[in-house]
């Protein structure tokens, strides 16, 4: 079985390679190199790299992190640093699986953080598998059901004044906090990302800016959620991006609980509330998300990943070779 040297060196490797949204490459050579030095044939499209392998069942993780805020460190338990846990260690725990002859597919996939073009271009062009497990952190929670998701783009429009004499403006700062209570009271599921809006001259705000990330249940369409939004235009203008629906597993997850079943691991559901490529991939795969490390903690100067939640990650895929390539019926 794979050492915690081992893992401990190969997450360090893979960290320390700065692979930012849309600046992958060197991080996207270094496993190339890697795994035809094991002995696997590649497929490179512009956006991913995978093994040339034709399998109902897909492995995929991302190769891109956020801007860095802490380098890599390691305290004999954790491991430290911007990238470490989303999603590096999933990727150390492929590459150290698949040294074990692994004879599914694995995908790799940049710029997870922004604009997810490597799982688009995937869900385009790659024309066999059936399931795909994607690597995020989950705690090694098997995410059967996943949120979806937009980004709510608010221009909230005011009156300007001097600033002695708000009862002649309309503060437009003011009327986006109303918006937010609004919305609130409307049962929206939100995070607010950005508020902007005045100035350092003294004078009513006539502008303000917003940038929401809202959240749709597993069952909720689009179309209901985003009748539900009318009422801004009596605020201002706005604009949706990044839209996506949410969606259940349906069979590739009874796949992994026996992977982690074998693993001697508690088998426990959750729901993945982030974007996640899963969500370019759903319309063409049965998808799930599973992997090592705490969600809450990525992207801060907190991140961080516990080295045996890597090891029995590597358990649970090389048990996963085991099930598919055998005559068990797990449905």
């Not at 390679?17 to 270094?30: A, M, T």
């Not at 497929?43 to 802490?70: C, M, Q, R």
């Amino acid at each position: 079985m794979v050492t915690n040297d081992e893992i401990l060196k190969l997450l360090k490797t893979l960290t320390e390679i700065e692979s930012l949204s849309k600046r992958e490459e060197k991080l996207k050579q270094f496993v190339k190199k890697y795994l035809q030095n094991l002995g696997y044939n590649l497929v490179e499209g512009e956006y991913f790299i995978s093994t040339n392998t034709k399998s109902d069942l897909i492995i995929a993780t991302h190769l891109d992190t956020v801007p860095i805020k802490k380098p890599f460190s390691f305290d004999g338990r954790y491991a430290y640093g911007t990238g470490v846990c989303d999603a590096k260690a999933s990727l150390t725990a492929i590459l150290l699986s698949a040294k074990f002859g692994l004879p599914f597919t694995l995908a790799f996939f940049d710029d997870e953080e922004e604009d997810g073009l490597g799982s688009k271009e995937f869900s385009q062009i790659w024309e066999s598998g059936k399931w795909v497990i994607v690597m995020e952190p989950t705690e090694i929670k098997v995410a059967c059901e996943h949120s979806g998701s937009f980004e709510l783009l608010i221009e909230v429009r005011g009156k300007s004044a001097h600033g002695a004499y708000p009862q002649r403006g309309e503060n437009a700062i003011d009327k986006a906090l109303e918006l937010v209570n609004q919305l609130r009271t409307k049962n929206f599921n939100f995070n607010i990302l950005k508020i902007e809006g005045g100035n350092e001259e003294y004078i009513i705000p006539e502008r303000c800016n917003l940038k929401l990330e809202v959240f749709l249940d597993p069952h909720e369409t689009l179309k209901q959620k985003l009748e539900k939004l009318e009422f801004i235009k009596n605020y201002g203008i706005y604009k949706i991006e990044h839209a996506y629906e949410g969606y259940k597993s349906r069979e590739v997850y009874k796949i992994l609980m026996e992977a982690l079943k074998r693993a001697n691991l508690p088998l426990v559901t959750t729901l993945m509330p982030s974007w996640t490529d899963a969500l370019n991939l759903k319309d063409r795969f049965d998808v799930v998300v599973f992997g090592p490390g705490e969600l809450y903690l990525c992207h801060t100067i907190e991140e961080r990943i516990n080295l045996e939640d890597i090891k029995k990650t590597i358990k649970v895929l090389i048990n996963l070779k085991e099930i598919i390539f055998s005559s068990y019926c797990f449905f």
